[in-house]
């Protein structure tokens, strides 16, 4: 939720620090103004390509670690603690400061694939300790009754 929030604010900021904006604050129409070399409306998806880079670049070794070794939990609790110390960061995004809260939202969106991941990797184990009926929520179909030949 806070991604769309912030979303919003990236780009209004990035209007302001373009010259895209009137003297009520308000959007101007058709506006070329660049903040930092990029289009205002081009921010957003900057940071969701860079969150996606660094998801092919680390999630193979993620993916090793929550596999293959006993940090699973680990890896998962520090993960969730980086993201929830993101967030008290990111309330103070402002003027001065939101190119770099822009570039802690990627880092974020790669952080939440990282534990995406991990919860995934918990789904096997649930299954299997409380069994297909209670992960599926379905019920097995009931036994046919036997046919006898005539």
């Avoid at 001065?96 to 694939?113: D, E, R």
């Avoid at 990797?121 to 009926?133: I, R, V, W």
Wanted: proline share 7%; glycine share 6%.
């Amino acid at each position: 939720m806070s991604n769309i929030f912030l979303s919003t604010s990236f780009v209004y900021l990035a209007q302001e620090q373009a010259g895209c904006l009137d003297e009520n604050n308000e959007v101007i129409e058709d506006c070329d103004g660049k903040a930092y070399g990029f289009q205002p409306a081009s921010f957003i998806s900057n940071i969701a390509v860079i969150a996606s880079v660094l998801s092919a670049l680390f999630m193979p070794l993620i993916g090793a670690m929550v596999d293959y070794t006993k940090h699973r939990k680990t890896l998962g609790t520090v993960v969730s603690t980086m993201m929830i110390m993101i967030q008290i960061i990111q309330i103070g995004t402002v003027s001065k400061t939101w190119l770099p809260m822009a570039v802690i939202q990627a880092f974020s969106g790669f952080l939440y694939q990282a534990l995406v991941l991990v919860v995934y990797a918990y789904l096997p184990d649930m299954s299997y300790q409380l069994g297909e009926e209670k992960m599926t929520k379905c019920k097995p179909p009931p036994p046919h009754p036997p046919t006898h030949a005539s």
